[in-house]
């Protein structure tokens, strides 16, 4: 496995279901984070987690629930979202220490019924 | 507050040809870091360049080669002799940094161009 793994690719959910995106990175990173891509709109940051420690929340609803159990992987749980929820969910790492230069994965593109 | 500008939604040429992409952005603060990513049909974002406020040389490589023009806010992306595997979405990106010149990592994006290269 090599860089920013992302399951499921794609996903459909309803209204009322709960799902769980999956990151996992292989390069050794300790900082790790979720953007969100919506059509025509730029990438939006939701949540960044250094050294597994969340330490930006950017208005997100709480429907969007981040977990980092440990530097590797980073999780979004998800539940009672609403259709504009549809959206590509990114998933980057970098070092803490070069949190600029961040790695991306494919993402997950979620449709919410 | 930051932001990134780019203008130009979608370009279409064709193979071979030379294309610019535009960037510009605004902030206020006076270190601050520059990028650009490519993102392809599969998705993922690929990163291409960062660029820090103070570096203002431009930089090539290969067909590749980036404009940054503190003067203007701008930092434009060419394509030298364009390839259809060039075709995507590209990104341009700002971070802010602290007052120790390092980023806090939040990236602000621009909207995307995307870039179709015909054959």
């Known amino acids: 496995e090599t860089g920013v793994t992302q399951t499921p690719r794609h996903l459909v959910m309803g209204m009322t279901n709960k799902k769980s995106l999956k990151c996992e990175q292989h390069?050794?990173?300790?900082?790790m984070y979720w953007y969100k891509q919506s059509a025509k709109k730029p990438l939006e940051l939701m949540f960044v987690?250094?050294?597994?420690?969340?330490?930006e929340n950017n208005s997100v609803p709480s429907r969007f629930s981040p977990e980092c159990p440990n530097s590797s992987h980073l999780f979004l749980h998800l539940h009672t979202l609403q259709p504009e929820d549809s959206a590509l969910y990114l998933c980057a790492s970098s070092q803490v220490v070069a949190p600029e230069t961040q790695y991306f994965g494919p993402g997950t593109r979620l449709l919410v019924l | 507050a930051q932001k990134v500008t780019q203008a130009q939604t979608e370009i279409s040429v064709v193979e071979k040809e030379d294309v610019t992409l535009d960037c510009v952005y605004e902030?206020?603060?006076?270190?601050?870091?520059l990028f650009w990513y490519k993102q392809p049909p599969s998705g993922e974002l690929v990163f291409l360049i960062r660029r820090n406020s103070f570096d203002e040389q431009n930089e090539i490589s290969g067909r590749y080669s980036w404009n940054f023009q503190k003067s203007t806010s701008s930092f434009n992306f060419t394509i030298t002799a364009s390839q259809v595997v060039d075709s995507a979405v590209y990104f341009c990106?700002?971070?802010?940094?602290?007052?120790?010149?390092?980023?806090?990592?939040?990236?602000?994006f621009g909207q995307g161009t995307i870039l179709t290269v015909h054959p």
């Open positions: 987690y250094s050294l597994e420690e969340r330490v």
């Open positions: 990106a700002l971070s802010e940094a602290n007052a120790g010149g390092t980023s806090y990592g939040k990236l602000t």
């Open positions: 902030t206020r603060d006076t270190t601050y870091y």
């Open positions: 390069l050794g990173h300790n900082a």
